[in-house]
């Protein structure tokens, strides 16, 4: 599983998705050009420490990304395509998510294997893009069992303690 940014407007999307692919184990490709200078500066504080810990893959241009790639691209958009709780998911899957501000380019959406979309209410146009991204991934992670294994170490060891809550 893989999360691919097109042309990303907004470093905090960024290192917030950077952060999300380290935590996770997912790497990131960044589709360029970007709409910000991409570098350490920029996506400090939303990517934290974690920018170290994740694999980043940046590409030139579209083309290069194409070249690269293996697999389905699923492209997350707004409103088409089914919905991602609906879809099936296959561990080699690159989830694509356009440019916050103008989505993706006909060309590029037309050269995804599939699309999926997050169902919402009428009257509201569209999620932050990282949340949208999470929420995806995170299906996408459960159905293909591609979440990461604990780590013991971080377990807390009174979890048992904590009073069960009901309803």
Do not use: K
């Not at 990131?28 to 980043?56: T, V």
């Not at 790639?69 to 492209?75: A, E, I, N, P, S």
């Not at 949208?132 to 303690?161: I, K, W, Y």
Request: charged letters at 25%; hydrophobic letters at 40%.
């Amino acid at each position: 599983m893989r999360l691919a940014l097109f042309q990303p407007d907004i470093p905090q999307n960024t290192g917030t998705l950077i952060r999300l692919g380290a935590c996770l184990g997912v790497p990131i490709d960044i589709i360029e050009p970007c709409g910000f200078i991409l570098d350490d500066r920029r996506l400090r504080r939303s990517a934290m420490d974690y920018a170290a810990q994740a694999e980043l893959v940046r590409h030139v241009n579209w083309a290069a990304f194409q070249a690269s790639r293996h697999g389905r691209t699923v492209l997350v958009e707004t409103d088409q395509g089914a919905p991602y709780t609906d879809f099936v998911f296959r561990p080699g899957d690159t989830l694509l998510l356009g440019r916050e501000t103008a989505g993706t380019p006909p060309e590029v959406a037309a050269a995804c294997t599939d699309r999926v979309f997050i169902p919402m209410r009428s009257g509201v146009r569209s999620l932050n893009l990282a949340v949208a991204a999470s929420m995806v991934l995170g299906e996408a992670l459960r159905q293909t069992s591609g979440f990461p294994e604990p780590d013991p170490a971080h377990r807390d060891p009174d979890r048992s303690a904590l009073p069960r809550i009901d309803g």
